[in-house]
Protein backbone atom coordinates (compact mmCIF):
# COMPACT_ATOMS: atom_id res chain seq x y z
CA UNK A 1 0.00 0.00 0.00
CA UNK A 2 1.97 3.33 -0.79
CA UNK A 3 0.26 6.40 0.37
CA UNK A 4 1.40 10.16 0.42
CA UNK A 5 0.18 10.40 4.28
CA UNK A 6 1.42 8.67 7.40
CA UNK A 7 -1.67 6.59 8.28
CA UNK A 8 -1.53 3.67 10.77
CA UNK A 9 -3.18 0.48 9.69
CA UNK A 10 -4.67 -2.25 12.35
CA UNK A 11 -4.85 -6.06 11.06
CA UNK A 12 -8.21 -7.33 12.15
CA UNK A 13 -9.28 -11.25 13.00
CA UNK A 14 -12.83 -11.14 11.78
CA UNK A 15 -14.45 -14.09 13.29
CA UNK A 16 -16.86 -16.35 11.37
CA UNK A 17 -20.29 -16.65 11.17
CA UNK A 18 -23.20 -19.04 10.07
CA UNK A 19 -23.75 -17.12 7.03
CA UNK A 20 -20.42 -15.57 6.63
CA UNK A 21 -16.93 -16.38 6.60
CA UNK A 22 -13.41 -15.24 8.60
CA UNK A 23 -10.84 -13.40 7.29
CA UNK A 24 -7.80 -11.00 8.10
CA UNK A 25 -7.88 -7.64 7.24
CA UNK A 26 -6.03 -4.43 7.24
CA UNK A 27 -8.07 -1.01 7.51
CA UNK A 28 -7.01 2.53 8.36
CA UNK A 29 -7.49 3.62 11.49
CA UNK A 30 -8.10 7.11 10.52
CA UNK A 31 -10.48 9.27 12.45
CA UNK A 32 -11.39 10.87 8.97
CA UNK A 33 -12.67 7.40 7.65
CA UNK A 34 -15.01 7.04 11.22
CA UNK A 35 -16.50 10.35 10.16
CA UNK A 36 -17.65 9.37 7.31
CA UNK A 37 -18.87 5.94 7.92
CA UNK A 38 -16.32 3.64 6.91
CA UNK A 39 -14.58 2.05 10.15
CA UNK A 40 -13.05 -1.08 9.46
CA UNK A 41 -13.45 -0.46 5.53
CA UNK A 42 -11.05 -3.06 4.54
CA UNK A 43 -7.90 -2.46 2.02
CA UNK A 44 -6.72 -5.63 1.87
CA UNK A 45 -7.09 -9.49 3.14
CA UNK A 46 -7.84 -13.19 2.78
CA UNK A 47 -10.57 -15.28 4.16
CA UNK A 48 -10.32 -18.73 5.14
CA UNK A 49 -11.07 -20.31 1.68
CA UNK A 50 -8.31 -18.24 0.24
CA UNK A 51 -9.93 -15.61 -1.51
CA UNK A 52 -8.12 -12.37 -1.19
CA UNK A 53 -8.93 -8.41 -2.03
CA UNK A 54 -7.17 -5.52 -2.42
CA UNK A 55 -7.84 -2.13 -2.71
CA UNK A 56 -6.17 0.29 -4.90
CA UNK A 57 -6.08 3.94 -5.94
CA UNK A 58 -7.32 4.68 -9.45
CA UNK A 59 -7.80 8.45 -9.94
CA UNK A 60 -10.87 9.25 -12.34
CA UNK A 61 -12.67 6.11 -11.00
CA UNK A 62 -16.51 6.92 -11.50
CA UNK A 63 -19.34 4.26 -9.84
CA UNK A 64 -22.30 3.14 -11.01
CA UNK A 65 -25.22 5.22 -8.96
CA UNK A 66 -27.14 3.60 -5.60
CA UNK A 67 -29.68 0.98 -7.02
CA UNK A 68 -32.86 2.32 -6.11
CA UNK A 69 -34.45 -0.99 -5.08
CA UNK A 70 -37.06 -0.62 -7.88
CA UNK A 71 -36.10 -0.12 -11.41
CA UNK A 72 -32.37 -2.08 -10.11
CA UNK A 73 -33.24 -3.97 -7.22
CA UNK A 74 -29.54 -5.32 -6.72
CA UNK A 75 -28.07 -5.43 -3.46
CA UNK A 76 -26.47 -2.17 -2.86
CA UNK A 77 -22.44 -2.59 -2.10
CA UNK A 78 -20.86 0.83 -0.90
CA UNK A 79 -17.22 0.58 -2.12
CA UNK A 80 -15.35 1.19 1.05
CA UNK A 81 -16.72 -2.12 2.42
CA UNK A 82 -16.10 -4.00 -0.98
CA UNK A 83 -13.13 -6.30 0.30
CA UNK A 84 -15.05 -6.88 3.77
CA UNK A 85 -18.57 -7.81 1.58
CA UNK A 86 -16.13 -9.81 -0.90
CA UNK A 87 -14.00 -11.55 1.71
CA UNK A 88 -17.49 -12.70 3.96
CA UNK A 89 -19.44 -13.30 1.46
CA UNK A 90 -17.55 -15.42 -1.35
CA UNK A 91 -14.82 -18.50 -1.60
CA UNK A 92 -13.64 -17.97 -5.53
CA UNK A 93 -13.22 -14.82 -8.08
CA UNK A 94 -16.06 -16.50 -10.12
CA UNK A 95 -18.86 -16.35 -7.68
CA UNK A 96 -17.49 -12.29 -6.93
CA UNK A 97 -17.65 -11.77 -10.69
CA UNK A 98 -20.89 -13.28 -11.01
CA UNK A 99 -22.54 -11.24 -8.44
CA UNK A 100 -21.24 -8.14 -10.10
CA UNK A 101 -21.71 -9.02 -13.78
CA UNK A 102 -25.06 -7.44 -15.78
CA UNK A 103 -27.85 -9.25 -14.49
CA UNK A 104 -26.14 -10.04 -11.10
CA UNK A 105 -27.19 -9.67 -7.56
CA UNK A 106 -25.09 -6.84 -6.20
CA UNK A 107 -24.31 -3.54 -7.75
CA UNK A 108 -21.11 -0.89 -6.09
CA UNK A 109 -21.66 2.31 -5.71
CA UNK A 110 -19.65 5.26 -3.63
CA UNK A 111 -18.26 9.13 -4.08
CA UNK A 112 -16.47 9.24 -7.15
CA UNK A 113 -13.73 10.70 -4.96
CA UNK A 114 -12.84 7.65 -3.03
CA UNK A 115 -11.14 6.30 -6.59
CA UNK A 116 -10.89 2.77 -5.92
CA UNK A 117 -10.45 -0.38 -8.04
CA UNK A 118 -9.79 -4.13 -6.50
CA UNK A 119 -7.81 -7.06 -7.32
CA UNK A 120 -8.66 -10.79 -6.16
CA UNK A 121 -6.90 -14.06 -5.94
CA UNK A 122 -8.73 -17.57 -5.16
CA UNK A 123 -6.98 -20.43 -4.40
CA UNK A 124 -6.51 -21.80 -8.18
CA UNK A 125 -4.71 -18.53 -8.94
CA UNK A 126 -7.10 -17.45 -10.77
CA UNK A 127 -7.54 -13.23 -10.04
CA UNK A 128 -10.36 -10.83 -11.12
CA UNK A 129 -9.22 -6.60 -11.73
CA UNK A 130 -12.56 -4.59 -10.32
CA UNK A 131 -12.79 -1.41 -11.86
CA UNK A 132 -15.52 1.20 -12.15
CA UNK A 133 -15.48 3.30 -15.14
CA UNK A 134 -18.03 5.81 -16.95
CA UNK A 135 -20.82 4.65 -14.13
CA UNK A 136 -20.03 1.35 -15.43
CA UNK A 137 -18.38 -2.19 -13.71
CA UNK A 138 -15.47 -3.55 -15.51
CA UNK A 139 -14.47 -7.15 -14.80
CA UNK A 140 -10.97 -8.27 -15.75
CA UNK A 141 -10.28 -11.58 -15.89
CA UNK A 142 -6.22 -12.96 -15.13
CA UNK A 143 -5.23 -16.43 -14.92
CA UNK A 144 -1.93 -15.29 -13.69
CA UNK A 145 -0.62 -17.41 -16.35
CA UNK A 146 2.10 -15.26 -18.06
CA UNK A 147 -0.03 -15.58 -21.24
CA UNK A 148 -1.25 -12.73 -22.88
CA UNK A 149 -3.58 -10.44 -21.26
CA UNK A 150 -2.70 -12.44 -18.02
CA UNK A 151 -0.02 -10.45 -16.39
CA UNK A 152 -1.17 -11.14 -12.50
CA UNK A 153 -0.70 -7.63 -11.55
CA UNK A 154 -2.64 -4.51 -10.64
CA UNK A 155 -1.32 -0.89 -9.35
CA UNK A 156 -3.09 2.09 -10.67
CA UNK A 157 -3.49 4.74 -12.85
CA UNK A 158 -4.60 4.31 -16.07
CA UNK A 159 -7.01 1.82 -16.28
CA UNK A 160 -6.35 -2.03 -16.38
CA UNK A 161 -6.72 -2.99 -19.88
CA UNK A 162 -4.15 0.20 -20.58
CA UNK A 163 -1.94 -1.66 -18.97
CA UNK A 164 -2.54 -4.88 -20.65
CA UNK A 165 -1.76 -3.25 -23.54
CA UNK A 166 1.31 -1.35 -22.93
CA UNK A 167 2.74 -4.92 -22.34
CA UNK A 168 1.52 -5.99 -25.27
CA UNK A 169 3.72 -2.96 -26.34
CA UNK A 170 6.59 -3.78 -24.44
CA UNK A 171 6.77 -7.61 -25.73
CA UNK A 172 6.61 -6.06 -29.51
CA UNK A 173 9.31 -3.86 -29.29
CA UNK A 174 11.57 -6.91 -27.51
CA UNK A 175 10.94 -8.72 -30.45
CA UNK A 176 12.33 -6.38 -32.69
CA UNK A 177 15.24 -7.05 -34.78
CA UNK A 178 17.65 -4.59 -32.77
CA UNK A 179 15.49 -3.55 -29.63
CA UNK A 180 16.71 -1.14 -27.19
CA UNK A 181 14.24 -1.26 -24.37
CA UNK A 182 14.99 0.90 -20.88
CA UNK A 183 14.17 -1.30 -17.43
CA UNK A 184 11.34 0.58 -15.77
CA UNK A 185 13.04 2.03 -12.96
CA UNK A 186 10.32 4.45 -11.89
CA UNK A 187 7.33 4.58 -9.21
CA UNK A 188 5.19 5.62 -11.78
CA UNK A 189 2.28 3.02 -11.58
CA UNK A 190 2.86 1.69 -14.91
CA UNK A 191 6.54 1.70 -14.69
CA UNK A 192 6.08 -0.53 -11.55
CA UNK A 193 3.79 -2.72 -13.71
CA UNK A 194 5.97 -3.25 -16.48
CA UNK A 195 8.98 -3.84 -13.90
CA UNK A 196 6.96 -6.77 -12.59
CA UNK A 197 6.05 -8.40 -15.38
CA UNK A 198 9.70 -8.06 -16.77
CA UNK A 199 10.70 -9.28 -13.53
CA UNK A 200 8.15 -12.61 -13.38
CA UNK A 201 9.16 -13.27 -16.71
CA UNK A 202 12.71 -13.76 -15.84
CA UNK A 203 11.82 -16.24 -12.52
CA UNK A 204 13.00 -19.80 -12.29
CA UNK A 205 10.45 -21.92 -10.94
CA UNK A 206 10.04 -22.14 -7.06
CA UNK A 207 11.89 -25.34 -5.79
CA UNK A 208 9.79 -25.27 -2.51
CA UNK A 209 7.10 -23.73 -0.10
CA UNK A 210 9.92 -21.00 1.78
CA UNK A 211 11.29 -20.40 -2.01
CA UNK A 212 7.96 -19.30 -3.33
CA UNK A 213 7.68 -17.20 -0.10
CA UNK A 214 10.93 -15.71 -0.85
CA UNK A 215 10.65 -14.78 -4.52
CA UNK A 216 6.88 -13.11 -3.84
CA UNK A 217 8.89 -10.91 -1.13
CA UNK A 218 11.56 -9.94 -3.63
CA UNK A 219 8.91 -9.03 -6.33
CA UNK A 220 7.68 -6.92 -3.71
CA UNK A 221 11.19 -5.33 -2.83
CA UNK A 222 11.00 -4.40 -6.62
CA UNK A 223 8.26 -2.23 -6.13
CA UNK A 224 8.72 -0.85 -2.65
CA UNK A 225 9.44 2.99 -1.82
CA UNK A 226 11.44 4.28 0.45
CA UNK A 227 10.02 6.74 2.66
CA UNK A 228 10.81 10.43 2.05
CA UNK A 229 10.01 12.47 -1.52
CA UNK A 230 10.97 10.44 -3.83
CA UNK A 231 10.87 11.04 -7.47
CA UNK A 232 8.43 9.33 -9.74
CA UNK A 233 5.62 9.01 -7.43
CA UNK A 234 3.76 11.64 -7.26
CA UNK A 235 -0.38 10.24 -8.42
CA UNK A 236 -1.37 13.22 -9.17
CA UNK A 237 -3.66 16.38 -8.50
CA UNK A 238 -4.08 15.86 -4.46
CA UNK A 239 -2.34 12.90 -4.19
CA UNK A 240 0.82 14.60 -2.75
CA UNK A 241 4.16 14.23 -3.61
CA UNK A 242 5.99 11.86 -1.38
CA UNK A 243 4.06 8.50 -1.31
CA UNK A 244 5.97 5.81 0.01
CA UNK A 245 5.15 1.93 0.65
CA UNK A 246 3.16 2.05 4.10
CA UNK A 247 2.82 -1.62 4.40
CA UNK A 248 3.20 -4.37 2.07
CA UNK A 249 1.57 -8.00 2.00
CA UNK A 250 1.98 -11.60 0.50
CA UNK A 251 -0.43 -14.08 0.52
CA UNK A 252 -0.41 -18.03 0.90
CA UNK A 253 -3.65 -18.79 -0.70
CA UNK A 254 -3.13 -22.31 0.15
CA UNK A 255 -2.12 -22.79 3.37
CA UNK A 256 -4.16 -20.06 4.28
CA UNK A 257 -1.40 -17.87 5.63
CA UNK A 258 -0.39 -14.11 5.44
CA UNK A 259 3.00 -12.35 5.57
CA UNK A 260 3.17 -8.80 5.97
CA UNK A 261 5.55 -6.04 6.49
CA UNK A 262 5.81 -2.12 7.19
CA UNK A 263 8.03 0.88 6.26
CA UNK A 264 8.88 0.43 10.32
CA UNK A 265 9.75 -3.47 10.00
CA UNK A 266 10.89 -5.01 7.09
CA UNK A 267 11.01 -8.63 8.28
CA UNK A 268 8.11 -10.77 7.02
CA UNK A 269 5.64 -11.60 9.56
CA UNK A 270 3.18 -14.45 9.70
CA UNK A 271 -0.36 -15.05 10.75
CA UNK A 272 -2.10 -17.96 10.16
CA UNK A 273 -5.50 -17.49 9.56
CA UNK A 274 -6.33 -21.60 10.76
CA UNK A 275 -4.20 -22.42 13.30
CA UNK A 276 -3.04 -19.29 14.51
CA UNK A 277 -6.51 -17.78 14.91
CA UNK A 278 -8.64 -19.92 14.22
CA UNK A 279 -10.98 -17.89 12.04
CA UNK A 280 -12.50 -21.39 10.83
CA UNK A 281 -14.13 -22.24 14.12
CA UNK A 282 -17.46 -19.97 15.14
CA UNK A 283 -17.11 -20.75 18.52
CA UNK A 284 -12.89 -20.31 18.84
CA UNK A 285 -12.78 -17.32 16.70
CA UNK A 286 -13.23 -13.90 18.30
CA UNK A 287 -12.22 -9.95 17.12
CA UNK A 288 -8.71 -9.30 17.80
CA UNK A 289 -6.42 -6.22 16.58
CA UNK A 290 -2.62 -5.73 15.49
CA UNK A 291 -0.69 -2.70 14.27
CA UNK A 292 0.81 -3.80 10.92
CA UNK A 293 3.61 -1.34 12.42
CA UNK A 294 3.72 -2.80 16.21
CA UNK A 295 7.28 -2.03 17.64
CA UNK A 296 7.24 -4.97 19.81
CA UNK A 297 7.24 -7.55 17.21
CA UNK A 298 10.54 -8.07 16.54
CA UNK A 299 12.83 -6.37 13.71
CA UNK A 300 15.43 -8.42 12.89
CA UNK A 301 16.60 -12.18 13.97
CA UNK A 302 19.87 -12.28 16.16
CA UNK A 303 21.69 -15.10 15.24
CA UNK A 304 24.77 -15.04 16.82
CA UNK A 305 24.15 -18.45 18.09
CA UNK A 306 24.04 -20.06 15.29
CA UNK A 307 27.99 -19.42 14.50
CA UNK A 308 29.67 -22.91 14.69
CA UNK A 309 32.90 -24.39 14.45
CA UNK A 310 34.25 -26.16 10.99
CA UNK A 311 34.97 -29.50 12.10
Known amino acids: MDLGSWEDFELISYPPSIDSLGYIGVYPTSRHFDEIGIRHGIAAGMNTDGLSCDMQTLLKTSYPPKPDGEEDNREPVMVGFFCDWALKSFSTVDETA ?111 HRDLITKAAALLNAVTIPIGNQYGTDSGEGEGNGDHTVWGMVYDHTNLAVYFRSYKNLSLQRVRLREDLSLDDVDKAEKRYLNVAEEEVDWFVDVSKNFKRHP
Open 98 to 208: AALEVGGTHSVYGPDGFAQHFSLRDASGSSIVVEFIGESTQIYADKNDGKPGHPGIMTNEPAYDWHVENIRHYEWKKNLALPSIPTPGSFYPEERFLRLHALKAGLEAPYS
